[in-house]
């Protein structure tokens, strides 16, 4: 199997999983977050921000994981 083949299976994959992390989240979690807090998670910016920065650290921790010293 060639390389460029796993590495477009392995981002199938985490993108698919961060799909579902995503669903999870904006289902079960941010819904029963509102409940216990509704007057600061109202404020949708507020968790989507949070949502993209988390993403965004996810994203960076596997690149600086798997990438090598050159």
Do not use: D
């Not at 669903?23 to 600061?40: D, K, Q, R, S, T």
């Amino acid at each position: 199997m060639s390389p460029r083949i796993k590495v477009l299976g392995v981002f199938a994959i985490l993108g698919f999983l961060l799909g579902e992390v995503a669903y999870v989240m904006y289902n079960w979690v941010i819904p029963g977050l509102i409940a216990l807090f509704p007057v600061i998670l109202e404020l949708e910016w507020l968790y989507w921000g949070l949502l993209g920065s988390l993403t965004t650290v996810v994203v960076l921790v596997i690149w600086a994981t798997i990438s090598s010293v050159r």
